[in-house]
């Protein structure tokens, strides 16, 4: 499941690289059309259910007891 990490985790900086444009006043994600507009923000989304859920197993810092190591 490393590559799904990997995928939400370019994922969820392609959506948070948009945000910062969006408070710039740029969409990037918008010019690629309205389907595919709506298909990489679901992605993000979905990427961004799946880091909350499984974050506390993949991170180091968390560690298992989520107090850190």
Request: with cysteine; glycine share 12%.
């Amino acid at each position: 499941m490393k590559w799904l990490h990997l995928v939400s985790f370019i994922l969820l900086v392609v959506g948070g690289l948009n945000w910062l444009l969006v408070a710039f006043g740029y969409n990037v994600v918008a010019l690629l059309g309205s389907s595919v507009e709506q298909i990489v923000y679901i992605l993000v989304g979905l990427a961004a259910v799946y880091e909350v859920v499984t974050h506390k197993s993949n991170c180091r810092e968390c560690g298992s007891d989520g107090m850190g190591a």
